[in-house]
Structures are given as C-alpha cells and as structure tokens.
C-alpha cells in the first residue's frame, strides 16, 4: 500500500497533464464571486452559460446559477462520476418557477480548486458537507433547499444532520446514505460486492494508476453499468468528462472510497463532526427519497425510512438508472418542488 505521500506525489504526477484552468484562482477575494472569464470554464459551463466563482473555505468553488438573486434557493449536488451538467435540464426548470438555483462542482471537479497546494485532498463525507455550508456561508444564504444523488446525496444528508437550521428541506436519490464506518466493514452478499467492484479497485495502487491514466474510459463505463437504459450520446457525455481533468481529481476520488473502507484516514479538524455522523443520526427536516431501478431490492425505501422522522414523501422511477437528475429531469424538478411544501 502506498503511503499518503507517495499516493499524492503519484496522483500530482498523472494528472498533471490533464489540469483544468481555475477560474480567478489566488484571484477572488474570500467570500467575493467572479463570472467565468475562461474559455475552458466557459465550455465546461455548456447550457448553464458562464461558471461564477467563489473562495468558500478550503475551496475556490466554480458553480452555476440560475434564476432570480431573491429567488428560495436550491443548490443541486452531482455524485461521481458526474458532475453539474446532471442537473442542466432540471436548473432551468426551477430557475422558472422562481427558485435561486446553485450547482457547485464538488471537489476535485470542474473549475473547484483547492486554495492551498498544501491542503490535503480529502474527500470524507464530512469535509465534502463542510464545503456546502462554506458555500453558503461565502454567498450569504442562511437555508436552502438541498437535492443530489449519489455523492451528492450523502452530502446533502451529512449537512442537514449536521447543521439543520441550514437546510429547509430534502431530495434524496438512493435515500439516506451517510455512511458509518463500522458497517461499511461489514462484507455483503457475493452478488452485491461485485457491484462495489470499483471500491476495491481503488484500494490498490494499481487502481490508482490505472483511474490515473483511464479516467474517460473509465468513467464512462460506470455511466452504462450503472443506467443500462440511459442511451447517452457522445457529447452528452464529453461535457461532463472535461470535469474530470480537475488536477485533484483522482486524489480526491481515490480518498473517498478507501476512506469508506477505513483503508485511509480524515483529517483531525472534522472528527467533532465526523463523530456526529457515526451515530447515524435521524433527519427530522422534510425530506422526498428518489429511488430508481439502480437500487433493486431496496427502491421501497423501507431500509432507510426510519431515519427520516419529518414529513416524508418516497418515489420509486422506473426505468431511470443512477443518474435521476439527467435521466427523469422532469421528475427530480417536482421532487424539489414538493419537498419545498411538505
């Protein structure tokens, strides 16, 4: 196994030749935002125009924003492998009915930059939800409506049990997935593990160097595994994969999965909060659960239904595969919608 050194002198190694520029980065002052002035930003940016950014925290965070400034505000959070462009249809549809929508690019993502060469790139759940609340801290927005899949799900779960007065209400695809260490040592079913294979992977520096060097390839493979019925085309999918060029992207990928498997440690700053999460606390805030043919067995949502002791709304699509926000557009904009009045 690699030391922690080492793993980030071979991921700084891989990726550099793949760097995105930063929009503003060492540029924009704490808590101030700039309007994507880079070609590349722009590009990335496609449907949604030009990016914004903000230093936010550790972070110079590259977002998207639709509809009126005095608009409720939604912020939208993308999983892996994904990234904004998830949520390109469904932006538009809540800019429309009136809503401030935000769609950060997580860490390692897009034009989000660290601020420091120094910081280490973690990507623990707790460290990811710190990020939303330093968004939001940064852009002055005291509650918002929080909606994601996947790593943004469990993002958008960990803030609401962390900081609750700061979220109005909930999406959740895949339901409550905030993640507790000890189970996560548990083993699953042989079938079930097969589908995790990518964790394992990821655990070795062979996964390490191969994420490096295949990371398109890669990617997109998850995308059909995971949405079979998902006929994407090309371009659909290069939009997003040019997030992936983020320079602390694979560091920050590789972290998170051998984080969840206990293979690599936090940092000390988010233990309080971490410890919080390990009690995997009830949601009393009022939350809608997505789940999609990804999740099989469990698309009733009885799994996680406890943890949700608020009003409470579950809906199961069908025929949509992991990526709900850009599979059911239409679906995931009422969810936000109706969790709002719940």
Do not use: C
Not at 291 to 303: I, K, L, M, Q
């Amino acid at each position: 196994m690699i030391s922690r050194r080492q793993f980030s002198q071979v991921v700084a190694g891989g990726a550099a030749t793949a760097a995105v520029a930063s929009v503003g980065s060492g540029a924009v002052a704490s808590g101030s935002v700039a309007s994507g002035s880079v070609a590349s930003a722009a590009e990335a940016a496609g449907g949604f125009g030009a990016l914004k950014q903000v230093q936010a925290g550790v972070l110079n965070i590259g977002y998207a924003e639709l509809g009126p400034a005095d608009g409720p505000v939604v912020i939208l959070l993308h999983g892996w492998p994904y990234d904004i462009h998830s949520f390109e249809d469904v932006a538009p549809a809540l800019a429309a009915q009136g809503y401030r929508v935000l769609v950060p690019y997580l860490r390692g993502y897009g034009t989000t930059t660290f601020r420091s060469g120094t910081t280490f790139r973690n990507a623990q759940q707790s460290a990811v939800a710190a990020d939303v609340i330093a968004l939001m801290d940064a852009l002055h927005i005291r509650r918002a409506v929080l909606g994601g899949f996947d790593w943004g799900s469990r993002t958008a779960a960990a803030v609401a049990a962390l900081w609750p007065r700061r979220v109005k209400a909930l999406v959740l695809v895949s339901g409550y997935l905030v993640t507790n260490l000890k189970t996560q040592l548990q083993p699953l079913a042989p079938a079930a593990e097969l589908g995790w294979w990518y964790q394992y992977y990821f655990a070795t520096d062979r996964g390490v160097h191969g994420y490096t060097r295949d990371t398109a390839e890669f990617n997109k493979l998850i995308w059909q595994t995971v949405s079979p019925k998902w006929h994407f085309d090309d371009a659909t999918y290069q939009r997003t994969a040019q997030s992936f060029t983020n320079p602390d992207h694979v560091a920050i990928v590789v972290h998170n999965y051998r984080w969840r498997l206990s293979l690599a440690k936090g940092e000390p700053q988010y233990a309080p909060l971490e410890a919080k999460l390990q009690q995997s606390p009830k949601i009393a805030l009022p939350t809608l659960t997505i789940a999609s043919d990804f999740d099989g067995a469990a698309a009733d949502g009885s799994a996680y239904r406890k943890q949700f002791t608020g009003p409470y709304d579950h809906r199961v699509l069908t025929g949509i595969g992991h990526n709900v926000p850009q599979e059911a557009p239409a679906a995931f904009a009422k969810a936000v919608v109706d969790a709002d009045r719940l």
